[in-house]
């Protein structure tokens, strides 16, 4: 198996991470020249909208080599409205290098990135960029990082003359007083055998050793120095790269896994799988499962290696390979045998808009959006029929008026957005139960659906229960309810989506198939999969509506710095905003303020802070918890016929029979 590493580069926007990616290129041989973010010419922002707006919007692949080390790096979004991106490239990485600039510090993205890299165990190394810039000061920076998001941090050399074009990085060797005694607080703190060999005098090998053991289990972070502008400090960074990362495992061998990271359009309209394969091997011409239940034949493969792509018969576990032929392909769909990962590492979408069209071509935006829904699922479409509109979640603004550009400059497609909502969910209070019976008025279905309704801990998601034997009547009726529950639930009492709870279905019935005398199957005396998917709705809302459900709101915590003086007329100020501050920390001249707000207050107090903190305050915010919403709970039109109005709903279902 080659040597292969697949390399991830993360950071807040503008703290370098694009123009770091394209020096370690052009130091690799692979470009000539080194692109510009502002010039609109690197390699990894390849989209019209990236160049044009200086950020990265998409996740892009490159493969450089370091020696014998073939290095596949991801370049991923730093503005937080393009999180997904950065989920899913997550479950790829067999390393990180994270990237904090040397003027702006440890920013809120920075801590949330980070948090996720140390919850799922990625190994990390820190790169302090722009030291060359005015106001660099890598000695704050490097004790911020210490505080702020990890202490098992060791500087792997100094800088000199921060904050001018002549700043250079000097690596520490590893027999450097400074590097040893650092490391060697920093690892002992996590292995008792290392601590007893350093007080009895450990050698710098070890010292060097022990670091890169535990900077491959992702206990300790190197931290290195550096411009991507001037190049300092990439040498050294990029040794730390082959030396200290691990290499991407797996058994060529063995059944095929892999995982789906993203997904695009060829140049004739067809789905292009990326595929990082973590074991076993995909070839040319064989057909492969994916997803759910899918299977195709993979029509064609190219792998990233050594500087470029290359078409050929398979991609091996430890690669990254595009392939071709998956039709029905998802972001996010496990390959071969691997399972699906339902873990998501960054909060879910928090608002919503409904999209429209200039010129009232709904069919035309339809088929757009499902198309970036394949890219992005979080953007989550819900398709209102019965008003003949389009909702989608978002992050935030700025995504809003990238979905804007791309529908126009891709699709040709004029669309205005609706004023922004918050995503509120609904989760049960109590136990409700309903049931209908075949032939018993007023059910009209041959079918008979009894369902339970219960909370579960938070988090847990829906879960769906027996209560009957599952030889009671065909497998297929009991997948049409489950399908169904599921489905029913995207929408409570309120019209939002129903969270953390366990249906259990409690009773069940059919006619088995039948016919008449010497004639053909009758509908009339036999049930089938759409009497169970009609009547269900009706029986589970009418056992939520005996639950009760509370709705409840996202909230944010956040962290707030701003001047001391201000204490006064700021605590007030987030009151009216419906935060609930914890008390204040007053450091010298500066005080800072941890707290909750509703998310949909965040967008506020963004504007208003400059003008309450004289242009000195900060602020970091990101999704905590849903919360029961205080006074009289928001409500969302609903998309469906609503099966809490009995009547509406079955002459629906009626008509459409």
């Known amino acids: 198996m080659a040597r292969t590493l697949n390399l991830g580069i993360l950071a807040h926007v503008d703290a370098g991470k694009t123009s770091l990616t394209e020096r370690l290129l052009h130091a690799a041989g692979v470009i000539d020249e080194i692109g510009s973010v502002d010039d609109g010419s690197t390699q990894t922002d390849t989209l019209a909208l990236e160049r044009q707006r200086g950020i990265t919007i998409k996740s892009a692949v490159v493969s450089f080599a370091i020696g014998d080390l073939t290095v596949n790096l991801i370049d991923t979004p730093g503005h937080p409205d393009f999180i997904a991106e950065v989920e899913r490239v997550l479950s790829v990485l067999d390393g990180a290098v994270l990237v904090?600039?040397?003027?702006?510090?440890?920013?809120?993205?920075?801590?949330?990135?980070?948090?996720?890299?140390?919850?799922?165990?990625?190994?990390?190394?820190?790169?302090?960029?722009?030291?060359?810039?005015?106001?660099?000061?890598?000695?704050?920076?490097?004790?911020?990082?210490?505080?702020?998001?990890?202490?098992?941090?060791?500087?792997?050399?100094?800088?000199?003359?921060?904050?001018?074009?002549?700043?250079?990085?000097?690596?520490?060797?590893?027999?450097?007083?400074?590097?040893?005694?650092?490391?060697?607080?920093?690892?002992?703190?996590?292995?008792?055998?290392?601590?007893?060999?350093?007080?009895?005098?450990?050698?710098?090998?070890?010292?060097?050793?022990?670091?890169r053991e535990q900077t491959r289990t992702a206990t300790a972070h190197p931290v290195y120095f550096g411009s991507a502008i001037t190049g300092a400090g990439l040498d050294a960074l990029t040794s730390g790269i082959r030396r200290l990362l691990p290499r991407a495992p797996g058994d060529?061998?063995?059944?095929?896994?892999?995982?789906?990271?993203?997904?695009?359009?060829?140049?004739?309209?067809?789905?292009?799988?990326?595929?990082?394969?973590?074991?076993?091997?995909?070839?040319?011409?064989?057909?492969l499962r994916f997803g759910r239940e899918e299977e195709a034949k993979v029509t064609a493969v190219s792998v990233f290696g050594r500087g470029g792509q290359t078409r050929r018969d398979l991609v091996e576990a430890g690669e990254i390979g595009k392939v071709w032929g998956l039709g029905e392909v998802r972001v996010g769909d496990p390959v071969g045998d691997r399972l699906p990962d339902q873990r998501h590492h960054f909060a879910p979408p928090t608002l919503e808009t409904v999209v429209v069209a200039a010129d009232g071509g709904r069919g035309d935006l339809r088929v757009a959006l499902a198309q970036l829904a394949e890219q992005d699922p979080l953007i989550n479409l819900r398709q209102d029929d019965l008003r003949q509109e389009i909702h989608l979640s978002l992050y935030g603004e700025v995504q809003k008026e990238v979905i804007q550009e791309t529908l126009a400059t891709e699709f040709g497609l004029r669309v205005s957005f609706r004023e922004t909502t918050t995503i509120c969910v609904e989760r049960p209070i109590g136990v409700g139960e309903a049931a209908e019976f075949i032939a018993k008025p007023p059910n009209p279905f041959l079918a008979t659906v009894g369902l339970r309704v219960e909370p579960a801990p938070v988090g847990s998601g829906i879960e769906f229960r027996l209560g009957v034997s599952l030889g009671a009547m065909p497998y297929a009726f009991f997948r049409a309810v489950e399908e169904t529950v599921r489905e029913t639930l995207g929408q409570g009492l309120h019209g939002w989506e129903v969270r953390d709870c366990v249906v259990t279905m409690t009773h069940s019935g059919y006619w088995p198939r039948q016919s008449h005398a010497h004639g053909t199957f009758d509908k009339s005396m036999s049930s089938t999969a759409g009497d169970f998917r009609n009547l269900t709705p009706l029986v589970l809302m009418s056992a939520l509506s005996r639950a009760k459900t509370t709705v409840c709101e996202p909230l944010h915590r956040f962290t707030l710095e701003f001047p001391a003086d201000l204490v006064g007329p700021m605590l007030p100020a987030l009151g009216r905003?419906?935060?609930?501050?914890?008390?204040?920390?007053?450091?010298?001249?500066?005080?800072?303020?941890?707290?909750?707000?509703?998310?949909?207050?965040?967008?506020?107090?963004?504007?208003?802070?400059?003008?309450?903190?004289?242009?000195?305050?900060?602020?970091?915010?990101?999704?905590?918890?849903?919360?029961?919403?205080?006074?009289?709970?928001?409500?969302?039109?609903?998309?469906?016929?609503?099966?809490?109005?009995?009547?509406?709903?079955?002459?629906?279902?009626?008509?459409?029979?």
């Open 100 to 211: 904090v600039s040397a003027v702006e510090g440890v920013q809120a993205q920075t801590r949330v990135l980070m948090r996720a890299l140390k919850r799922l165990r990625i190994p990390t190394l820190i790169f302090v960029n722009k030291t060359d810039r005015r106001g660099a000061d890598p000695a704050a920076v490097l004790d911020a990082i210490t505080r702020r998001l990890t202490p098992s941090v060791v500087a792997m050399g100094e800088v000199t003359a921060p904050g001018t074009p002549l700043s250079s990085f000097l690596p520490y060797g590893e027999a450097d007083p400074a590097f040893q005694t650092r490391a060697a607080d920093v690892l002992a703190d996590h292995d008792d055998a290392f601590l007893a060999a350093y007080l009895d005098g450990v050698p710098a090998r070890r010292i060097t050793r022990e670091l």
């Open 252 to 287: 060529v061998e063995a059944p095929a896994e892999g995982t789906v990271f993203k997904v695009e359009r060829g140049a004739a309209g067809e789905k292009v799988a990326y595929v990082r394969m973590f074991a076993g091997t995909v070839r040319v011409r064989e057909r």
């Open 577 to 657: 905003l419906a935060a609930v501050p914890d008390t204040p920390v007053i450091r010298g001249t500066a005080c800072q303020v941890d707290g909750l707000i509703p998310a949909a207050n965040v967008h506020t107090l963004q504007q208003q802070l400059p003008s309450l903190t004289r242009g000195e305050g900060l602020l970091e915010c990101e999704f905590d918890r849903f919360s029961p919403v205080r006074g009289t709970p928001p409500s969302r039109p609903r998309t469906d016929h609503n099966p809490l109005h009995r009547k509406e709903y079955l002459l629906h279902v009626e008509r459409r029979v």
